[in-house]
Structure formats: C-alpha cells, structure tokens
T-cell receptor
Framework: LAKTTQPISMDSYEGQEVNITCSHNNIATNDYITWYQQFPSQGPRFIIQGYKTKVTNEVASLFIPADRKSSTLSLPRVSLSDTAVYYCLVGAPYSGGGADGLTFGKGTHLIIQP | EAGVAQSPRYKIIEKRQSVAFWCNPISGHATLYWYQQILGQGPKLLIQFQNNGVVDDSQLPKDRFSAERLKGVDSTLKIQPAKLEDSAVYLC???????????????FGPGTRLTVT
C-alpha cells in the first residue's frame, strides 16, 4: 500500500490560489491519485483524480510530475467556503475484484481567511 | 439521484451495549464501504463489499464488529459489545467500481455519530 504524506495544515486568503502537495514515494504502476474534500459533520467528497501530467475539472487542477512520487492539488481563487480538510489517496480504481487498498491519512486542514 | 442514506444520524449508548447502523447505497453501486472516523483523523476502512461478498475486512475488529450486506444492496454494521474507544463517526460509502472505469469516486453518506459512555 502506498503511503501518502501531506502538510497537516495550511492558511490562505480569499481570492488566492492554493496548492497542496502530497508525497507518495512508493506509488505503484497501477495506482491513481485521488483527492477528497471533507467539511465538518459531512462525509468526504471526491474532488479530482489523475494518473499523470495534469488533470483539470471545474473545481481544481491536479499536477503530477513524470516520476509520480508527488502530486499537487491546485485550488484557484479560494473562498471562505473552501475551508475544509483535504485528503490525498493513492490506489488502483479496479484491482480485479480485490480490495481497493485506499487509505485516508490525516489530511490537510486548509483554513481560508477573509 | 439520491445519495447514500444512513441511519441513525446520532446514537448514544453505554459501554458493553450493542448498536447497529444501517446504510442504503446509491442504486446500482456494487461496491459498499464502511469507515470509522475518530475525531481529528481521516476515515479508516473497516470493511469493503463487492455486491454481497466481502473483499476486505482486514481492519475490522471481528471480536466485536460485524457487517452484512444481504442481497447486495443495503448493509448493516453492528458493534457488540461497544467500548469507549468505539466513539466515532461511522461513514458508509458506495461506488460504481468495474473494469475499465478510470475515475474512482466513492460517494459518502452523512455518517452516524456514535458516543459510547
């Protein structure tokens, strides 16, 4: 199982771009990188997933270098409502019927200030 | 579409009592997960079902926890007897997991907050 390391907390201000980096040195060939967001008293919510290079959707971008040993979640122009815990996970989307092997770490607590 | 439903939302019990949580996944999702989330930590996978079969229960404390998913739809997680350290939020999630699907997304329910006194 690939282990991930991310900062415990980060602060930023409204309107700024926020980049959260995750290290996953032991990522396997079949593993994808997935990010989740969690607000207090709610279950985690999927943000974005990628395998290599860059992936962008309507809420975030995910940058993955060629060696895939790290990844960066980029949140453009954050607002107060982006204050949440962000989790980086690695694992295979489908491993032939077996376990997914996804493990949530402690996540990064992002605090956005006015 | 309707999301993952869980009940109850809150439960307070005394130690050594038993408790059960119910989950109804999104229609058509073959994979169902139960997680335990202790305050300040990330969710910890307890058990993963594929249809009505267990594919991972390596972190389930089997001496006190049990889970079933009859008919491959709803699922129940039970704790008997409960301990103080079982106080946590129990999250259920489901996903559409099949070969060739590259986007791996779990849909989480609101969770059940359990307090053991």
């Amino acid at each position: 199982l690939a282990k991930t390391t991310q900062p415990i907390s980060m602060d930023s201000y409204e309107g700024q771009e926020v980049n959260i980096t995750c290290s996953h040195n032991n990522i396997a060939t079949n593993d994808y990188i997935t990010w989740y967001q969690q607000f207090p008293s709610q279950g985690p919510r999927f943000i974005i997933q990628g395998y290599k290079t860059k992936v962008t959707n309507e809420v975030a971008s995910l940058f993955i270098p060629a060696d895939r040993k790290s990844s960066t979640l980029s949140l453009p122009r954050v607002s107060l409502s982006d204050t949440a815990v962000y989790y980086c996970l690695v694992g295979a989307p489908y491993s032939g019927g077996g376990a997914d092997g996804l493990t949530f770490g402690k996540g990064t607590h992002l605090i956005i200030q006015p | 579409e309707a999301g993952v439903a869980q009940s109850p939302r809150y439960k307070i019990i005394e130690k050594r009592q038993s408790v059960a949580f119910w989950c109804n996944p999104i229609s058509g999702h073959a994979t169902l997960y139960w997680y335990q989330q202790i305050l300040g930590q990330g969710p910890k996978l307890l058990i993963q079902f594929q249809n009505n079969g267990v594919v991972d229960d390596s972190q389930l404390p089997k001496d006190r926890f049990s889970a079933e998913r009859l008919k491959g739809v709803d699922s129940t997680l039970k704790i008997q007897p409960a301990k103080l350290e079982d106080s946590a939020v129990y999250l259920c999630a489901s996903s559409l997991r099949r070969p060739g699907l590259k986007i791996y997304e779990q849909y989480f329910g609101p969770g059940t907050r359990l307090t053991v006194t």
